[in-house]
């Protein structure tokens, strides 16, 4: 079963249950935002879940991308990507929690064809702030899928302030054995489907107070139900990264972890330079600045006569098409190579720099500070490029 086939599966079962599809879903916060990139499908509809009555009623559906910089050293792993895609519902104030895991469970089951024997779910067991969310647990059983109930794990806000509450998450059976224990025992239970009963707000003393509204924002990592549908055991294995798999390691032979990095970073800068970022020493274009070295990091660190001048332009494309960006694939590239042009002669000034008998001993926050604002070059550059002069 393929992405393109998932999303629509579950667009269309949710409009044929009343909800409007929501268009315009960048990466770029909405105006006024704090935080540098859109994180999760119900960052942009924080303003509705707040009260504010959406144009498009109470029950909406989308496809959100997202960036989690919070997750960069988990990228690598078998179920986290920097930049995803989450698809989405929400109930602003109409239906309430177990209709929402009634029809999670029927897409998964009938409109998917998972097999409920490889479901778990998890649910809050209630804490001093709220009490148990025995409407899950009771919708769960009734369906006879295994529970497990947590407190830290059931709960789910955004940031510090703001819209939150007791979440109920779908699980998914990822090994090839039949499944045992439980998710927070064992990670071969993938988290693929959350749903959040979002009634709370967090005020600034901690405190919570109810929304004037009861609501639920579900979120769904797309690329992980889709490797696990597609019998993948990471999320690269998903089509999503076919053309990645099939041109980067002949072209660059690395390890797995390597190739891993390099297939996550690389679309994920391409996606942001595509919604219009461009890299920059600080802000939103620090984010793909820092992924593309961390790229050629990995390749210079094997071979340094690799270049991204040998990443077919093809590549570029298909993520832009994937995520519908109208940018020109030739543009992107030519970004790319600006950066890796930017970053080659960095290195070449820093290794210069530090072999200046000043900086042969330890280094200390001096030192560090005096590199940055005087040669540009940041801490973790430094570290790197003294790792590589003690060989
Ligand atoms: N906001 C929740 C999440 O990001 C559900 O959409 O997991």
Not at 333 to 354: A, H, I, K, N, S
Request: charged letters at 25%; glycine letters at 10%.
């Amino acid at each position: 079963m393929k992405t393109e086939h998932i999303v629509r599966t579950f667009v269309e079962y949710f409009e044929e249950r009343g909800h409007r599809r929501v268009t315009g879903s960048t990466l770029l916060p909405p105006p006024g935002d704090p935080v540098l990139f859109t994180t999760s499908g119900m960052h942009p509809l924080t303003p509705y879940l707040e009260g504010r009555p959406h144009p498009l009623g109470g029950r909406l559906v989308n496809v959100q991308r997202c960036l989690r910089t919070t997750d960069l050293e988990e990228v690598g792993d078998p179920t986290h990507l920097t930049v995803f895609e989450m698809l989405g519902t929400w109930s602003l104030g109409d239906y309430e929690g177990p209709q929402s895991l009634d029809w999670g469970y029927g897409l998964l089951t009938e409109g998917l064809g998972v097999d409920p024997g490889l479901l778990h779910a998890t649910v809050h067991g209630g804490d001093d702030r709220t009490g148990p969310d025995t409407a899950s647990l009771e919708f769960w059983q009734s369906r006879g899928v295994p529970v497990e109930l947590t407190v830290e794990d059931n709960w789910w806000s955004n940031g510090p302030t703001g819209p939150c509450g007791p979440d109920s998450e779908i699980f998914l059976w990822s090994g090839d054995t039949p499944p045992r224990s439980t998710p927070t025992r064992d990670d071969r239970w993938v988290e693929v489907w959350n749903h959040v009963m979002m009634r709370h707000r967090r005020l600034d003393d901690g405190s919570l107070v109810p929304l004037p509204q009861r609501n639920i924002d579900t979120g769904l990592g797309l690329e992980r139900l889709a490797s696990l549908l597609q019998g993948g055991s990471s999320v690269y294995e998903g089509d999503v990264f076919d053309p990645w798999r099939r041109v980067v390691p002949p072209m660059w032979p690395l390890e797995e972890s390597s190739l891993r990095l390099v297939y996550d970073h690389l679309r994920s800068a391409v996606v942001i330079l595509g919604d219009g970022v461009r890299p920059s020493n600080t802000g939103q274009g620090y984010v793909p600045r820092r992924l593309l070295r961390r790229v050629l990091t990995v390749l210079w660190r094997g071979d340094p006569s690799r270049s991204l001048e040998e990443l077919p332009v093809e590549l570029v494309e298909h993520t832009l098409d994937h995520f519908r960006q109208p940018m020109d694939p030739g543009d992107v590239r030519g970004v790319l190579l600006d950066e890796q042009r930017r970053f080659g002669r960095l290195l070449d000034r820093g290794r210069q720099v530090l072999t200046r008998p000043r900086f042969r001993g330890p280094l200390g926050e001096d030192d560090f500070h005096y590199l940055h604002d005087t040669h540009g070059l940041p801490r973790e550059l430094v570290m790197s490029l003294r790792q590589e002069q003690r060989g």
